[in-house]
Nanobody
Framework: VQLQASGGGLVQTGGSLRLSCTTSGTWFRFALMGWYRQAPGKERELVAEFTSDGRTNYADSVKGRFTISRDNSKFTVGLQLNNLKPEDTGVYYC???????????WGQGTQVTVSS
């Protein structure tokens, strides 16, 4: 299972970015997809995810600003980042949890840097 994350970059406070995570394989329909981030010197934290009951879950710090989406036909999960703040800076990772095998997989990460 390979996950390819892209879309990171350098933006100013208040700017927007759209991250994408692409993969391939029929397992995608059985996967709970999510986005995590890791800031320098901090632990990796959940940003947004799809839950097992089909809902979305967001970290409190990004609610109302970030939106997770998925396209099963394109094996893609996206993350729209709006109204970015310097504290959103970090490496953003795509994660797949394949329910039928109970296996976790991580993408390589994409850097998001928000300047003040």
């Amino acid at each position: 299972v390979q996950l390819q994350a892209s879309g990171g970059g350098l933006v100013q406070t208040g700017g927007s970015l759209r991250l994408s995570c692409t993969t391939s394989g029929t397992w995608f329909r059985f996967a709970l997809m999510g986005w995590y981030r890791q800031a320098p010197g901090k632990e990796r934290e959940l940003v947004a995810e799809f839950t097992s009951d089909g809902r979305t879950n967001y970290a409190d710090s990004v609610k109302g600003r970030f939106t997770i989406s998925r396209d099963n036909s394109k094996f893609t999960v996206g993350l729209q980042l709006n109204n970015l703040k310097p504290e959103d800076t970090g490496v953003y990772y795509c994660r797949a949890f394949i329910t039928i095998t109970a296996s976790h997989y991580w993408g390589q990460g994409t850097q998001v840097t928000v300047s003040s």
